[in-house]
């Protein structure tokens, strides 16, 4: 008998430590989470800073007359499938990165431009761009070895 009430008190102490555990694991992918997230940010206004700042200004305020600003515009804010069809056919000068960014990097740089200099948008996903894409009938992304769009 004796032989089971250590394990008796192991599965008891261990039972008390469930409520710092789960604490702990959720602590945990709340981190990760937001490490995700920011991360993902991160990977947004890099790609934002490589492709669309020379027009669009770091700042998202464009150049009056010659490129559009991006912070508080209401195009860009408004219905995500309408601002993704610009990066994938081009509208008036600007071209289109359908060749040149992935269903995924353009998820993410939208995402970014979308949710930042006051904009308030909602995120696109990897899955949107992709359906829009189809219903566009825009080639899928080719990882742009053979493009000489940009």
């Given at each position: ?6 394990c ?25 989470a ?14 934002f ?19 559009p ?5 209401g195009?860009v ?51 949107e761009?992709l ?11 080719s ?8």
């Amino acid at each position: 008998m004796s032989s089971h009430q250590p394990c008796g008190k192991g599965i008891g102490a261990a039972l008390a430590l469930l409520p710092a555990l789960h604490a702990g694991a959720l602590a945990l992918v709340l981190g990760l989470a937001a490490a995700q997230l920011h991360a993902q940010e991160l990977d947004g206004k890099a790609l934002f800073l490589k492709n669309c700042a020379a027009c669009h200004q770091a700042s998202g305020k464009g150049i009056p007359g010659a490129f559009p600003a991006l912070a508080g515009n209401g195009f860009v804010q408004g219905k995500s499938s309408e601002v993704a069809a610009v990066l994938l056919k081009g509208r008036g000068g600007m071209p289109d990165f359908s060749d040149s960014l992935s269903d995924r990097d353009i998820a993410t740089v939208l995402s970014f431009v979308r949710s930042n200099w006051g904009n308030k948008g909602t995120a696109l996903s990897e899955s949107e761009v992709l359906e829009l894409r189809e219903s566009l009938q825009v080639e899928h992304y080719s990882h742009g070895q053979m493009s000489n769009k940009h």
